[in-house]
T-cell receptor
């Protein structure tokens, strides 16, 4: 079945450094969503990408969807302590019946 | 306030107990979900109710039984659970079907003794 893999599993950065997490699928995705979960909290929807090669920005966050629609990335510029949390991607295969979540990348930002 | 309310927030139960988790969404959405979140594992979709039709993950054991009396309420009935069922159980809702952006509740932290 479809799997969504995320790397890295953990990332520890100094405040002000950049951060990137990558999401890869074994099959072509019809869309990809990104969520953020703060420690002790619940996943919060950030964005959805649908088109091949699509790039969207939210302030310091840049989201990309690969040309083949099998991979995606989230890049944070100049991290802040408020960026701490786990970032999940979730994708649906073209023939899938549900979203498949990656295991997430846990980001720790130290001042 | 997320718009999706789950009760209880924490639950400790023995393996022979029967309990239910409750979820209510105030967003007017037409799909609701149960997810299981365990350490070091991806979010696992357990059940979906979308447009009043139930879709489920066939790997979910029968000791978990969902109920969706209307589009705003969702229950997860639990009986004779196992220690490996200890996890955070998240309810979510969405508008426009099961592939639309999902709004999660705060979850129920379940511990099986």
């Amino acid at each position: 079945g479809q799997q969504v893999m995320q790397i890295p599993q953990y990332q520890h950065v100094q405040e002000g450094e950049d951060f990137t997490t990558y999401c890869n699928s074994s099959t072509t995705l019809s869309n990809i969503q990104w969520y953020k979960q703060r420690p002790g909290g619940h996943p919060v929807f950030l964005i959805q990408l649908v088109k091949s090669g699509e790039v969207k920005k939210q302030k310091r966050l840049t989201f990309q969807f690969g040309e083949a629609k099998k991979n995606s990335s989230l890049h944070i510029t100049a991290t802040q302590t408020t960026d701490v949390g786990t970032y999940f991607c979730a994708g649906r295969a073209n023939s899938g019946y549900a979203l498949n979540f990656g295991k997430g990348t846990s980001l720790l930002v130290t001042p | 306030e997320t718009g999706v309310t789950q009760t209880p927030r924490h639950l400790v139960m023995g393996m022979t107990n029967k309990k239910s988790l409750k979820c209510e969404q105030h967003l007017g959405h037409n799909a609701m979900y149960w997810y299981k979140q365990s350490a070091k594992k991806p979010l696992e979709l357990m059940f979906v109710y979308s447009l009043e039709e139930r879709v489920e993950n066939n790997s979910v054991p029968s000791r978990f039984s969902p109920e969706c009396p209307n589009s705003s309420h969702l229950f997860l009935h639990l009986h004779t659970l196992q220690p490996e069922d200890s996890a955070l159980y998240l309810c979510a809702s969405s508008q426009g079907g099961q592939f639309a952006p999902q709004h999660f509740g705060d979850g129920t932290r379940l511990s099986i003794l």
